[in-house]
């Protein structure tokens, strides 16, 4: 297992994030199922099972990566919760449909994992895209007051 935390940790902040979420979710989840006496969930409940495991482990999260891992904890915050959520919801949903509770932590270490990646990915694509827009709305600046200065001079 410490291997798996290991190369984890090698792909990035918010793949750990996910991952971390998704094994707080998953083994919260597991002993719900150990407990629980009826074979499934509702979808109401399960919403708010989904969205209160989150919260819980989004806050293990800000304390690991922003205390612990040193990320600092406002370039974690907002990140963090959308992986948080978005990878609680997802494990709490799926497990509930497996109700294979051996599977919960690995399910959940899985879909965190993965949401983690491709959230990852979209805030890449979106930072390079502001960038090319910035750039392009700086450049257009700069030629409109080459224009106005060369107009000025007449």
Known sequence: MNRLWQWLGSQGKCALAGALAGTIVGFIFELLQFFQSTPRFGASILLRIGVLLSLAAWLAVILFLG??????EWAVVVPSLVTSLITGLLTVFID????????SVFTGIIIGFLVGKLLCRACLLLFWANAIAMGAFAITQALLLVGNAQRMRR
């Open 67 to 72: 205390a612990i891992a040193e990320q600092g």
């Open 96 to 103: 509930n449909q497996l109700w294979e509770p051996a599977v």
